[in-house]
């Protein structure tokens, strides 16, 4: 019951971003499909893949006021019945100055087959001058209805040759001291980071990462089943949007 609770108490996938390239359907809607292999399906910092590759699919329908509503769907392996992600959600994107850009999105986590763990969160965010403050809040982290509290700091900066550098820093409050280490201490958060590099080649984004949290094998044996899932490691995608 315990690693189901921490399953729930990690960041989730997104961070608000309307796509670029996307199907007018008339001057105020634009349908976009974003297909993304990738060799790892890591939240914050832990793999619920088992370490496995995973297929993103993300559909995503915007409007000219700056609201969007999507599905996305994936792969997942994480110790229980289910083996899909499927998430609903609604928000909105809008500018505040020339420069900042605020967004609120709320998402509904769909597992088939494992219904214990499914949950809804609120997601808020504020961007300016490539980098992005989000904070995630949870009030029904099942199986007892648990709060759970993300906040992360994104940065991205454009190198020569249309590289582009991104950065993360996230803390996972899951208000239980469910991370216990080997000689019995236990703590409430855990911290994660990512440090990679993306390109635009051939019309679709590629993209790898150092992905890592601070969780020892200990914690993460205690809350995942398996040690080896919040460990360092290189995660590449390459993503295309129709």
């Avoid at 690693?3 to 997104?14: A, D």
């Avoid at 019945?81 to 500018?95: A, F, L, Q, V």
């Avoid at 494992?114 to 809040?137: M, P």
């Amino acid at each position: 019951m315990q690693k189901t609770r921490l399953l729930l108490s990690v960041v989730s996938l997104f961070s608000i971003t309307l796509p670029i390239h996307a199907i007018e359907l008339n001057n105020d809607l634009n349908l976009a499909i974003t297909v993304t292999p990738i060799t790892d399906y890591r939240v914050g910092g832990l793999s619920l893949t088992s370490g496995n590759p995973a297929l993103f699919v993300d559909t995503m329908l915007t409007h000219s006021s700056g609201a969007f509503i999507g599905y996305f769907a994936t792969n997942v392996d994480f110790g229980l019945k289910t083996r899909r992600e499927s998430d609903y959600y609604i928000g909105i994107s809008r500018p505040l100055t020339e420069d900042v850009r605020g967004s609120i999105m709320y998402i509904d986590y769909e597992y088939p087959k494992s219904s214990i763990v499914n949950y809804s969160e609120w997601v808020g965010n504020l961007s300016a001058y490539g980098a992005t403050l989000w904070v995630k809040y949870a009030n029904n982290i099942k199986p007892h209805g648990d709060d759970r509290l993300v906040a992360a700091l994104d940065y991205v900066y454009p190198l020569p040759y249309d590289v582009t550098f991104e950065t993360h820093y996230g803390i996972t409050d899951s208000k239980d001291d469910v991370y216990i280490s080997r000689d019995g201490s236990s703590r409430s958060t855990y911290y994660d980071w990512m440090v990679g590099f993306s390109k635009q080649i051939w019309g679709m984004t590629w993209r790898a990462s150092y992905v890592d949290t601070d969780l020892s094998k200990t914690e993460c044996a205690g809350i995942m089943g398996d040690d080896s899932v919040c460990s360092a490691t290189v995660v590449a995608s390459v993503s295309k949007t129709f």
